[in-house]
């Protein structure tokens, strides 16, 4: 990317529009209501031909407290600080308020370029607030529509100029030597499991209840407050993505919010940001589902861990405010038990407990992280597994419905992330449940899969014999002459 543009304004000027616009997907929450964004939400932006980073951010207010606002106000103004270029968006039919007034003064000191958008600036009612946006004194305002798309032409010819200054920064920055590791063919049985890279980062989903402490998790993580946090609870509205480097290992970490029973769930804006984290767990290739020390394993807790489990990712229980835990051993034996008896579905996947406020167990969570996803890739052999299979058969052989014996046959992988294999067998369809389960358990023990989805098909498999159900030959000419 080029440059990065920060888009700043009042609250409900239309800045996450204009953010997905540029982006091109649906990424930040859209509502009538103001004040949706709380979080700084970056994107890759295109414009015609032009390549750069988007940042959406809070609306800015005039609280400079403690309060969630004044804590708002300090991210959008630490989005100014790290930013190339602000557009400083105004409600074109509104027109310049004194809030916008004391703004502007603000950019003119911190930002390094800003530009004056009017947005809503589609019919003659916005006329009046396009020539009010003049007397900001940031130069000439341009004239948006970020609903209806009108203006990105202006917005485009006013950020060439800045962009092959940018451009020819960013090639100074970037690394002089890029390897690209060639992905193994996903047939070759031989596939060893392949690090992340910068190109293919290692997606993981930070799930759980509202107040469990994930964006303080993340921050901790990332070394900053790059998350708004707070004691309040459902601070965070949108799906955050952030892209880091843990430990050397290119990630992008999804920040959610939290989600609570769905009864409870009646404001709109709340229901746009769960099914913003839904959609997360299905982008993320590891799901951290992040309990309280204080109350875990509740109804909520184990909602969402089985739908991370049925969306067929890797996933990973850490246990937060480990730090204010008295008896941690007994604690840790407790939920031990609760989690092989609640989520017998997860059995072996990781229990980590962690402290957000002080960072203690991240190495812990890390190095859990790395294995779930290692299993989640892991690709067995078919010789390897058709072994594995006869001696599975050979100690337990499947029941036999009405007295017909049914025969497993072959067996392979046929995919990984999860790892899915397929059974060649007679009458799959009366095959037994258990049968099915007492085959995936032996697939975790025997091949060391704790914790992740393995999803195991039973096929039917034609009979290849040729002269099955075709009428006996007449004899051959050679027989009857002899």
Known sequence: MSFTLAIVGRPNVGKSTLFNRLVGKKLALVDDQPGVTRDLREGAARLADLRFTVIDTAGLEE??????????????ERAVDMAD????????????????????????????????????????????????????????????????????????????????AFEEQAVNDEPIIEVDIEHEDEDDVETAYVLPTKNKPLQVAVVGRPNAGKSTLIN???????????????????????????????MRIFDTAGMRKRAKVQDKVEKLSVSDGLRAVKFAEVVVVLLDAAIPFEQQDLRIADLA??????????????????????KLKVLKESFERLLPQ????????????TGKGLERLHDAIMRAHEVWNRRIATAQLNRWLAGMVEAHPPPAPNGRRIKLRYMTQAKT?????????SNPDKLAESYSRYLVNGLRLDFDMPGTPIRLTMRSQADKNPYKDKKKKAPSRLKKHL
């Open 220 to 250: 901790k993580i990332l070394g900053e407050e790059r998350l708004l946090t707070g004691p309040e609870a459902g601070i965070t509205r949108d799906a955050i993505s952030l892209q880091i480097d843990w430990n050397d290992i290119p």
């Open 346 to 357: 997860l059995r072996g996947a990781p229990l980590v407990t962690v402290s957000a406020k």
């Open 85 to 164: 270029i602000c557009l400083f968006m105004i409600d074109a039919r509104v027109g310049v308020t004194p809030t916008d007034e004391v703004f502007a003064e603000i950019l003119r000191k911190r930002a390094k370029h800003v530009i004056v958008a009017a947005n809503k600036g589609e019919g003659k009612a916005a006329d009046a607030g396009v020539i009010e946006a003049w007397n900001l004194g940031l130069g000439e305002p341009l004239r948006l529509s970020a609903e209806h798309g009108e203006g990105m032409g202006d917005l485009l010819h006013v950020l060439m100029p800045l962009a092959d």
């Open 309 to 330: 489990e049925r969306e067929g990712r890797a996933v990973v229980v850490a246990v937060n405010k480990w730090d204010i835990e008295d008896e941690k051993q007994d």
């Open 63 to 76: 609280a400079t407290d403690e309060s969630l606002q004044g804590r708002m106000r300090r991210l959008t």
């Open 417 to 425: 992330r999860p790892p899915g294999f397929v059974v060649m067998c």
